[in-house]
């Protein structure tokens, strides 16, 4: 019964501590025919293992964490510069030929003193690309294939799925 409850609330639910109510009483019941003389029951089984899915459940965030912003700050000074790296290679890749009209000069200098430069530079320059782009789909709203400000900064250490994105345009 208490698996079939589970399947109702969810598995997931489980993960934040809404365990069925049938796991601590097949528990109790367990406790009461083998240990009869010991003071276990199924509320104490069922706060013990929401405690231990709990730590669980902060251990895996602390380190996906870690090994997504860095454990201390030099790392993720280095993170955030392979991301900003990483947007750079990127729109070099897939933005340079919405911008390079003969105004905008942003793509002229190559890829690698780009990635020279200082990380306040370089977001500098994305938010130049990104302004340039924003006057592309303005002068050419028919085109629908410039990037958004979203997609343009999607992940600088605000969300994972950049790297995806990232991995993507690296393997493909």
Known sequence: MAFFEQEQLGWEQALRGRL???WGEAQDQYYKDRYPDQLQTGDTWT???????WDYS????????????????????LK???????LIVRSYQLD????ALAHTQLFTPPMTSTLN???DAKR???????????GYRIRVPEDPTPRT???LWQGTTITTQHRRLRDETIEG
């Open 20 to 22: 069925s109510k049938k």
């Open 47 to 53: 706060t013990r293992v929401i405690t231990a899915l």
């Open 58 to 77: 902060k251990d895996i965030w602390m380190e996906r964490n870690s090994a997504y912003h860095g454990v201390d700050d030099d790392e993720a000074r």
């Open 80 to 86: 955030r510069s392979d991301d900003l790296n990483d």
């Open 96 to 99: 340079r030929h919405h911008v």
């Open 117 to 119: 430069q200082h990380d």
């Open 124 to 134: 500098s320059w994305l938010r130049s690309v990104d302004a340039a782009l924003t």
């Open 149 to 151: 400000t979203q997609q």
